[in-house]
Nanobody, 125 residues
């Protein structure tokens, strides 16, 4: 089992950057594929980006390609989401998620067993 804690959210202006961090407890971080999801008010939670256990493969939704970068540092048990050129439509609660059982590109909410508490990102125009 793993516990996930996000940090790094905040209020920024359009065009600014933020870096989210998600730190996992335990000593088996490399067993978990990781992802970032987000949920805007009155909308479904959606995948933003995923990264494999080794960090060798990543996936992004089209709306963030070229602006967001997911990465992980397995020595620090941490996954990051670097968000550049932020837009008001990026406003949401961002959640870190982890899965230790499945393989491949995991983009569904149900693919992930472990979740952080979320961190608010607000982008003003």
């Amino acid at each position: 089992q793993v516990q996930l804690v996000e940090s790094g959210g905040g209020l920024v202006q359009a065009g600014d950057s933020l870096r989210l961090s998600c730190t996992a407890s335990g000593r088996t971080f490399t067993r978990y594929a990781m992802a970032w999801f987000r949920q805007a008010p009155e909308k479904e939670r959606e995948i933003v980006a995923t990264i494999t256990r080794s960090g060798g493969s990543t996936y992004y939704i089209d709306s963030v390609k070229g602006r967001f970068t997911i990465s992980r540092d397995n020595t620090k048990n941490t996954v990051y989401l670097q968000m550049n050129s932020l837009k008001p439509e990026d406003t949401a609660v961002y959640y870190c998620a982890g899965d230790g059982r499945r393989f491949g590109v995991l983009t569904r909410r149900d693919d992930y067993d472990y979740w952080g508490q979320g961190t608010q990102v607000t982008v003003s125009s």
